[in-house]
């Protein structure tokens, strides 16, 4: 008893279109959850049941260790945000839910990056270390791995001044955010 | 204690009085404990069927049901019913058994991922990790169930735990932090919606099944006659409002009336009660309701704006906040003769467009006919439970269903089967009512086994399948958008039903004849036991009248 009630033939083009809408606008959640099992499984479930795609994740402890918090970041996708929200509210181990306003949060990522370098690239590699506040935290004779903290958008732009000089593998942890201020995110 | 005998006091304290399930191997301590735990124990033939019968002992009773399977295909089996009370908000906790914790995860005998399987399905659900979890998982589950938007709550509790030898202190206490549903209703939200009613020219009063559950149907009727309120409902919502009444329009939506189905295309105010918006209730969403701006009451905030935007949303118990609307509306002395104008315009389209279909002039029995047959039989007073099909539908247009809880069906999920058990759980908690179940004769095949079942416990549902040899609702659909190609769609004439419902030691009988079917049917509900009854009706009938899906309301055919 599908829909619509016709035999009409969809094209490939159509059902990709239907199932594809990204509204461009990036949204951090800040989700505060009990720490009982499954609890991420439910998160990322319902998620992924309500076609969202989750770009970053991070989970870790909070100041009480009865309570984890989840950040993840996502793209609006056919649902309201409001929607996929409201159903987190109904998950009974989640307590609390922040669509954190970009202007009024600190969002910061940690990254690993493994780099080719010989001897006459390392000095240029430094320099871009410098201006990004990176660290190398482990030296080869044939590469280093360089360590970053920052927004997502600051590992983007070092990412791509890096990679011309043979970027071997890259690890990045999601952006994890508190909201500014004294009030609680 | 063994953890298994505090589990029979917590089910004792939650006041439960009934639980249909099947044993197996990792709930063998649970079904040592209920030997002689005091709690009635139905054994019944397949887990589905378990399932089903506490979903329909919830529909019946208001309580809460309970259904209990052993692990792996024990817990699969149970799927179905707590999808089915997922989408129908029915408050049922499901217990599976679990293979011993050294065992999971490793793909040992009968382990299924019971947890993960039914995630997406439940309201919530426990995996017991330890013996001393189970008391308080077993309150918190029946507190999840039946509070809020009523739900499924699976405890899955691994075989070794159940056998944990444990203090036991009674305790009722729950401690769901995450848990807080909103029940109350904002009092100025409650007053803009009466002054909205107040100024409204087209009105229309939209009722679902939520009405029901939080047993508001005296509050709904107070609502309704503050003033001459139109009221309509889901297939859901029916027996909420008594019918049939000056002031019901019938069922809407793909299979409603007409009267309904324009009232809501012309109206200017629609106050949706505990209903959430279904696609079979709006056809093409964009061309729902064009005119109108929405009130929406619901105890679930993620129901609001779903699917239509409100523009005066009220989150909180129906039960609750219906008397607080009847108040303030009446506060605002609304100008009477005021809703005039609209009730002559649903009665030109009630006259114009009643239910009809063309009746036999011999012996055939119209399927719709049939349903007239029994309404009549039981003076409208039985408590009906239905499968899922044509016979569903005719169910709901020709039977008027007077009083909540009258009325058991599949509404959500749609599943074919859910009908002959849900009677038996329907049985179960109104003994003393007449129980009858309209079947098809391809969804009763899907649970016919729990006739032994009734048998054998002396459940005295009367069951009749409504026998037209086809999987109805899909041959009309390939009759009516599929250029008549039936594809396997054909049941043929088999079983014979008469020596089904006799094999399981129940009464057969078989009914041709329209001219004596209703005193036919007054014989058959007045014998002892589980009776089944095959009434041969006209094979291609059409339920009509019909929005085909995907369309606006006025497109509505036959």
Do not use: I
């Given at each position: 008893m599908g829909e619509p009630a016709t035999k009409e033939l969809l094209s490939l083009d159509e059902l990709e279109a239907a199932g594809q809408l990204r509204t461009g606008r990036k949204h951090i959640l800040s989700i505060l959850v009990e720490n009982k099992p499954g609890v991420l499984t439910r998160i990322t479930g319902l998620f992924a049941r309500r076609g969202f795609n989750i770009d970053t994740l991070a989970v870790g402890p909070t100041d009480d260790e009865r309570f984890s918090r989840i950040t993840l970041t996502l793209d609006g996708a056919k649902h309201s945000i409001d929607q996929v929200t409201k159903q987190l509210h109904k998950l009974v181990n989640v307590l609390k839910i922040r669509d954190l306003e970009p202007e009024e949060t600190l969002a910061r990522e940690l990254a690993l990056f493994k780099i080719s370098a010989d001897g006459a690239s390392r000095a240029e590699i430094m320099q871009i270390c410098e201006v990004f506040r990176a660290k190398v935290v482990d030296l080869g004779r044939r590469s280093l791995v360089i360590e970053i903290t920052g927004t997502y958008d600051k590992i983007e732009a070092f990412e791509r001044l890096v990679r011309p000089f043979g970027l071997v593998e890259m690890a990045r942890t999601g952006e994890i955010a508190i909201a500014r201020g004294r009030g609680e995110t | 204690m063994r953890a298994v005998d505090a589990l029979m006091e917590c089910l004792k304290a939650e006041g439960v009085e009934v639980v249909f399930g099947l044993p197996g191997g990792a709930n063998l301590p649970t079904y040592d404990a209920f030997y002689d735990a005091g709690i009635r124990h139905i054994l019944v033939r397949h887990e589905a069927g378990g399932g089903h019968a506490a979903e329909g002992y919830a529909k019946a009773t208001g309580r809460v049901g309970v259904a209990l399977a052993t692990s792996g295909p024990g817990a699969t089996n149970l799927v179905t019913p707590i999808c089915d009370a997922m989408m129908d908000s029915v408050p049922v906790v499901f217990l599976t058994g679990q293979v011993r914790t050294e065992l999971?995860?490793?793909?040992?005998?009968?382990?299924?991922d019971t947890i993960g399987i039914t995630m997406p399905i439940v309201k919530h659900s426990f995996l017991i990790q330890h013996p001393l979890e189970i008391p308080r998982s077993i309150h918190e589950a029946f507190h999840i169930a039946r509070t809020g938007r009523p739900g499924p709550v699976v405890v899955d509790i691994p075989q070794d735990l159940s056998r944990g030898d444990i203090p036991y202190e009674p305790t009722t206490e729950v401690r769901l932090p995450g848990y807080q549903p909103t029940t109350e209703g904002n009092q100025k939200q409650i007053r803009l919606a009466a002054k909205a009613l107040a100024n409204a020219r087209r009105p229309v009063l939209y009722v679902g099944g939520g009405v029901i559950s939080s047993d508001a149907s005296a509050e709904l009727v107070e609502l309704a006659t503050s003033d001459r309120f139109p009221v309509t409902s889901t297939v859901m919502g029916l027996g909420a409002f008594p019918a049939?009444?000056?002031?019901w329009l019938g069922m809407l939506g793909m299979h409603g009336t007409r009267a309904a189905n324009y009232a809501m295309d012309e109206a200017d105010l629609i106050c949706a009660i505990g209903a959430r918006f279904d696609d079979r209730i709006t056809g093409k969403l964009d061309e729902f309701a064009p005119r109108a701006k929405f009130i929406h009451i619901d105890v679930d905030p993620a129901e609001i704006s779903k699917n239509v935007p409100a523009h005066i949303p009220i989150v909180g118990d129906a039960g609750n906040i219906m008397p607080r609307l009847s108040a303030e509306y009446r506060a605002l002395s609304p100008q009477p003769g005021r809703l005039e104008e609209w009730w002559s315009r649903i009665r030109a389209w009630q006259q114009r467009h009643p239910l009809r279909y063309d009746d036999s002039l011999d012996h055939e029995i119209k399927p719709q006919y049939m349903i007239e047959a029994l309404y009549e039989a039981t003076a409208g007073d039985a408590i009906v439970a239905s499968d899922v099909g044509q016979h569903q539908m005719w169910a709901a247009q020709y039977f008027h269903f007077?009083?909540?809880?009258q009325w058991i069906n599949s509404g959500g999920l749609g599943t074919m089967g859910f009908g002959l058990p849900a009677a038996m759980g329907a049985k179960v908690g109104c003994p003393d009512r007449t129980v009858v179940c309209i079947a098809g004769d391809g969804s009763v095949q899907m649970n016919s086994q729990e006739l032994a079942t009734c048998v054998q416990e002396g459940i005295g549902i009367k069951v009749f399948v409504m026998n037209n040899g086809y999987l109805g609702m899909v041959r009309q659909w390939q009759e009516l958008f599929w250029d008549r190609r039936y594809s396997h769609v054909e049941m043929g004439r088999w079983p014979d039903f008469v020596k089904l419902a006799e094999a399981y030691g129940a009464t057969g009988l078989r009914f041709e004849d329209k001219r004596t079917l209703v005193s036919d049917m007054k014989q058959a509900l007045a014998m002892e036991g589980p009776v089944l009854v095959d009434v041969r009706v006209t094979r291609e009938e059409n339920t009509f009248p019909m929005i085909p899906a995907g369309q606006p309301a006025r497109n509505m055919v036959g």
């Open positions: - | 999971l995860g490793t793909d040992g005998f009968q382990e299924a049939p009444h000056e002031q007077a009083r909540p809880r």
